[in-house]
Structure formats: structure tokens, C-alpha cells
């Protein structure tokens, strides 16, 4: 299975949130499942509050999940692939492992707000070098 890293850049909070709002949005319109992992229940809170709250004329449907789920948008603070999707949003301060979660693509978002998340996006795009997966602007 090819793998790939595919980040974008955000300096706000609104650039970081049109970013996951459009991921979520094109997935559940192609039926493309995707997973968003977490690193806690607030920020996954905060998540599904956003989808399903926008865009402003409906929603964009999903499930919090803890255990597996076959549901095409799932939110998790666990470290498992719950839904078995083939790409990821990671919303977590740790690089995720690809091959132990059977993904091929990972979206990150490259958090440019502080020098705190700048080191924290350097860490992951380090660990996916050392691990030679291709990382890819978008």
C-alpha cells in the first residue's frame, strides 16, 4: 500500500477549521470513510460540534467513537483505526503509525499559531521522514 503525508499550513484557528470542515465535507460527499483522531475528548467534542453545525444550511453527519464503528466520519480519541478508513486527520501532538493502523494517506495540519505547535509539527514531520513516507504540501 503507497502511503503518503499531505499537510497544509494554518496561521488561525479559522484557517485550521475551513480546512477539517472542507476534509469532512468532501469525504462524507464521496462516501470516503476518514477517521479524526484526537488527543482528547474536548477537542473531539469540539469537533463534533463543528460538523455538526456546519456549513450553516446543514451538517455534516458523524459519530464520537471509542469502540468499532462502520460509519464513513468517525472522531476518536483512541489510537485504533476504528472504522477501518484508509485516511486519517490527525488533530493529535504525535505522529500516527500508518503500517499499525492500516492507513495510506494522513492529513496534517501544519499549526503555525506558536512556536510550541511549529515544534510540535516539526516532530511528526520527522518521525514520517525517519520512516520515509512521502510528505506533500497542499
Known sequence: MTQKIFYTSSKTPTEKIKFLLKVAQDHFNRYQKII????????????????????????????????????????????????????????????????????????EIEDRSTQDKIAVFKKKLTAYQKANIPIIAI
Open 36 to 107: 479524526i483522531f484526537t488527543s482528547d475528548m474536548k477537542t473531539a467534542e469540539f469537533v463534533d460540534h463543528l460538523l455538526w453545525s456546519e456549513p450553516k444550511d446543514g451538517f455534516t453527519p458523524h459519530f464520537i467513537s471509542h469502540t468499532l464503528i462502520d460509519e464513513c466520519i468517525v472522531i476518536t480519541t483512541e489510537k485504533n483505526n476504528l472504522n477501518q478508513s484508509k485516511v486519517a486527520l490527525n488533530l493529535t501532538q504525535d505522529p500516527l503509525d500508518l503500517i499499525e493502523l492500516k492507513l495510506s494517506t494522513v492529513l
